[in-house]
């Protein structure tokens, strides 16, 4: 049983590492092959890079608005783009899919898997979220079929509980 959860960058630092090694080329080289471009995302996306020029996996990424909502798409649409297949079904399905809950104070419960946070509902409905520096969301109710992109300069205005709280309020009053 999952007694005890500890986030911290090194998975993603890792899992970028070993991307660069298997495929000779940077992450934001791999990532606009293999989804941006298959999306058809307006904007190039980019990673921000270290003093090293790794890009920086944890924290980095950089997107516009209307391309997150692209990703976002491809997301709810398990993989799937114009009748493609972009990312396998599967693989969405277990990236997405919370395998250890968090309960908090407040009484909000969390899930977390692959990168990806859940904020849960009941047993069987939860929605999808990424959260980065200075407030960027990409938010997902799979339920309602909704995205919401949030960017911002700062983060210290409201927390992820707060942010959450606010996307789960206006999906029910729109429901």
Do not use: C
Not at 30 to 46: E, H, P, R, V
Not at 70 to 86: D, Y
Not at 95 to 115: R, V
Request: aromatic share 14%; no cysteine; proline share 2%.
């Amino acid at each position: 049983a999952n007694t005890e959860f500890k986030y911290n960058n090194y998975n993603a630092i890792l899992i970028g590492l070993i991307l660069e090694r298997a495929t000779d080329q940077t992450v934001s080289q791999f990532m606009q092959s293999k989804l941006w471009q298959q999306i058809g995302t307006t904007y190039d996306a980019s990673w921000s890079t270290d003093e090293k020029g790794f890009e920086k996996m944890e924290s980095g990424f950089n997107a516009r608005p209307i391309d997150l909502s692209k990703l976002g798409r491809l997301l709810l649409n398990n993989g799937q783009w114009n009748g493609k297949t972009i990312v396998q079904q599967n693989w969405i399905e277990t990236s997405t899919k919370p395998n250890i809950t968090l309960s908090f104070n407040n009484g909000q419960k969390w899930g977390y898997s692959h990168m990806w946070w859940t904020a849960i509902k009941d047993s069987t409905n939860y929605d999808i979220f990424g959260n980065g520096r200075f407030g960027q969301f990409l938010y997902l109710s799979p339920e309602s079929n909704t995205i919401i992109v949030r960017h911002g300069l700062e983060s210290d205005a409201y927390n992820d509980d707060d942010w959450t709280a606010i996307f789960k309020s206006y999906l029910s009053i729109n429901d």
